[in-house]
């Protein structure tokens, strides 16, 4: 009896302990987070620093969110991180995919001036949990619409001061949107099927 005793005890303080530490996050989550870095960072950034290759809690680097249960990131908030001086980027969505329970994701101001051939926005797309999306203030042209569709939670959609122009046919992106920021582009004509053009 004695010794069922003390595992049982030692079982009980392990459980209290566990919803008392800091959870790490997931590691296919910490190494996809280090591929962003160095992807932001090319070809000589500095942003991140706290974002370190040695540290295994990714849930208490700078500009993450992470749900509390489960370790999974939810928020990352990568605003103004990409250096000006480095130029226009491509971004590679597909580095986005190990987060399952992404809701919210924001690279405004980062000179992202389209995708990576063959891993554009419909990768995002893939994210069944993103609800937020800021692509603000960058360089995306007219072709970010094509890869703007089959998004399936998407509610609020950050794409005002980039390079759209001319006219915009919205019809095709709002099925689950409830929100779209487009002011500071050159657009002339919108026509959405919900209603108003």
Same mark, same amino acid.
């Given at each position: 009896? =004695?010794?069922? %005793?003390?595992?049982?005890?030692?079982?009980?303080?392990?459980? /209290? %302990?566990?919803?008392?530490?800091?959870?790490?996050? #997931?590691?296919?989550?910490?190494?996809?987070?280090?591929?962003?870095? +160095?992807?932001?960072?090319?070809?000589n950034?500095?942003?991140?620093?706290?974002?370190?290759?040695?540290?295994?809690?990714?849930?208490?680097?700078?500009?993450?969110?992470?749900?509390?249960?489960?370790?999974?990131?939810?928020?990352?908030?990568? +605003?103004?991180?990409?250096?000006?001086?480095?130029g226009?980027?491509? %971004?590679?969505?597909?580095?986005? %995919?190990?987060?399952?329970? &992404?809701n919210?994701?924001?690279l405004?101001?980062? /000179?992202?001036?389209?995708?990576?051939? $063959?891993?554009?926005?419909?990768? &995002?797309?893939?994210?069944?949990?993103?609800?937020?999306?800021? @692509? =603000?203030? $960058?360089?995306?042209?007219?072709?970010?619409?094509?890869?703007m569709k =089959?998004?399936?939670?998407?509610? #609020? @959609?950050?794409?005002?001061? $980039?390079?759209?122009? =001319?006219?915009?046919?919205? *019809?095709?992106?709002?099925?689950?949107? *409830?929100? #779209?920021? @487009?002011?500071? $582009?050159?657009?002339?004509?919108?026509?959405?099927?919900?209603?108003?053009?």
């Amino acid at each position: 009896m =004695g010794l069922f %005793l003390q595992v049982f005890t030692v079982l009980v303080i392990t459980v /209290s %302990l566990q919803g008392w530490l800091p959870l790490g996050c #997931l590691e296919e989550e910490r190494i996809a987070l280090l591929h962003l870095k +160095d992807s932001l960072n090319y070809p000589n950034g500095t942003s991140l620093p706290s974002w370190i290759k040695a540290d295994a809690h990714c849930c208490d680097w700078e500009s993450i969110v992470c749900n509390s249960s489960t370790g999974r990131v939810t928020r990352l908030y990568l +605003d103004s991180v990409r250096n000006q001086e480095l130029g226009d980027w491509y %971004l590679n969505a597909s580095l986005f %995919l190990p987060f399952q329970q &992404l809701n919210t994701l924001s690279l405004w101001n980062n /000179s992202i001036a389209g995708w990576v051939e $063959n891993k554009g926005g419909y990768e &995002l797309s893939r994210l069944s949990n993103l609800e937020i999306l800021d @692509l =603000g203030s $960058n360089s995306f042209d007219n072709s970010i619409l094509s890869s703007m569709k =089959g998004f399936s939670s998407l509610k #609020l @959609l950050y794409l005002d001061y $980039n390079r759209l122009e =001319g006219l915009i046919d919205l *019809e095709e992106y709002l099925s689950s949107l *409830e929100t #779209l920021y @487009l002011g500071g $582009n050159n657009i002339n004509k919108l026509i959405a099927s919900r209603g108003n053009s």
